[in-house]
């Protein structure tokens, strides 16, 4: 718990310094006036609860265990404001994030509003509930009171708190007992730069009811240059038996600051395969929390995360085994390069009755220049006796007879560089289900690599 | 084509090679034989441009040109192929794209029309069936997986795409069973033309049934201790090395 105030001082009241930016924030919640647009009573209780335990805290520092390496003073320090309208977003500049044929949905959110126009539902199974979470909030709010809110976390989580105050809009994905899904839906969230460096605060929630199965993108993006902040939110709550892939892309641009919760619960017997696939922003922050919160659960964790120039990416994963007999397998890995700076923090939680847990993290680093740098911390915490637990990280450079290898074959050494770097990547981007997905990501890291100073 | 002068090279700060006198011919096969630890695999690293060696003193000339001046890739370039004794894993790669964008690399190099991954393929499958081979194979990961066989056998079909001038085969006969190792000299016969040369390096006669050499040598403690032709490899074989090497057979 870190506050930039000194001893007995509350945050409660708007003071000068440092804490300016939090206070347009609490200031910026007094004035939405929420409640009086028609939201139900509930939602606007969630969001008081958010603004006290920001209010709690205010913006984490270095002193914070969970943000020692990752500086969020280009945050603190602006003041809020909500992202202004979309200014010039014209139809080509949303190409290069868009997914062709297979994705069965797409809902498109610019500056944090919905799109209706970029936006297409396909034919959903009867019972699929898919759209905009405000809307479904304005139209029949029961169904979720008993789920939004309720996985993620505001406690000690200073932006998943201002999330839960502020969020504007988001998707809302119910699938009833048993309906497979088989077109993913691809939800975008671009946000244009040049309307000023406002706040966009997306909110999901998707929940997989007993049996069901779907694959959900979440992309998140920005188009022409300047500054913005996006605070995102998931909720994915899978019931017994559901499986879902969650794909998460972060392809936001050189000045954007990206911090993203994706909050996880599973209940008996479910399956997830998440992806985490971060390339963009100066900051960016990924938190990615597991509860498997019933037997036989299982979840596989994929990352892959590029930095170089002077960008910092921040993973934090956390697995809760709570449960006996469920499996988790995370695979995180990172090609640093320029002045660039990656952290990882994975944390495995074995809770005392989830005996039989079987729990493997990775971790794997690759620094492409002196300059580049890392940080890992994988954790385990271990309360149960009979269980199978690994973890390990690794950092490193190219494999120097790999290269020689590849030059004696005639390639010439920034060619064989960018084979190896790129085949370091492959294995996590061969994880992907989705093939066009997959051509794509692979195209992207390519490309990152023919511009990647050495 | 090849003419080795004095060649010194060393392993941070212990001397392996200890003046290598040596001359290839277009046509020619040459089997370089010696105990474990002589410096054989050193050559015909040292030969490929393998960073972990320098060359201390002594010339190398390749068609001429100064061959020890010449990055590993642009030896590659200009002909020079070097079958390893550890193919590299390269996981994440696959055959067919690292054999590809290598071909192409050299053909650049010789003033060719880079081929496309449809005329790849055609060429490939002829070069596929000197080492008996089906096509499933170019969509492996680069050596990741393969037995120790496959491996031997997955540089020969490089070699065979790469059709180099000068062949060095560091080892490629250790580790190989009978079947094994006839696919692969057989596949380094078929390879075999007047205007490219090989060098072998070996340390057992074994190979030298499958692919008979023009000349032996015997290296020993970094310098060519005998040469001669392939009657020579048999002598070795009947007693071993120690009637060269002046030391006591290892029990």
Redesign the interface.
Known sequence: MTSTLAPGVRAASPVPGPSTASASYLAAFEQSKIALNGEPVWVTDRRRLGIEAFRATSFPTARDEDWRFTNVAPIAQRAFRRAGAPLRVVPGQLDPFLLGSPVGSRIVFLNGRLAPAWSSIGRLPKGVKLGSLSRALAVDSVPLERFLGRFAGVERRPFAALNQALFQDGACLYLPPNVHLEAPIHLLFITDAAAGAGVVSPRNLLILDRGARASVIETYASVNDGECFTNAVTELVLRPGAAAEHIKLQLDGERAFHVGSTQVHQGQGSRLHSFAITFGGALARNDLDVALEGSDSECQLDGLYMARGRQLVDNHTSIRHLHPRCASREVYKGIIAGSAHAVFNGKVFVAPEAQQTDGKQTNRNLLLSDDAKVDTKPQLEIFADDVKCTHGATVGRL????L??????????P??RK??T??????IL?QLPLPELRERLEGLVMSRLDVEPR | MLEIRNLHARAGETEILKGIDLTVRAGEVHAVMGPNGSGKSTLAQVL????AFEVTEGSVLYDGRDLLDM???V???AGL??A?QY??E????TNA???R???N??RK?RGQEEVDPIEFLELVDQKLKLVDWGPEVMSRQVNAGFSGGEKKRNEIL?MAI?EPRLAILDETDSGLDIDALRIVAEGVNRLRRPDNATILVTHYQRLLNYIVPDFVHVLYDGQIVKSGGKELALELEAKGYEWLTGEAAPA
């Open positions: 494999d120097e007879l790999g020689f290898y590849l030059r004696s074959r005639g390639l010439p050494e060619a064989a084979i190896l790129y085949a370091f990547a492959a294995e061969e | 490929a441009g393998h960073p990055d590993p890739e030896r590659a370039q192929f070097l390893f193919p590299v390269i996981p994440g790669v794209y690292f054999l964008a290598a071909l690399e050299i190099a490089q790469l």
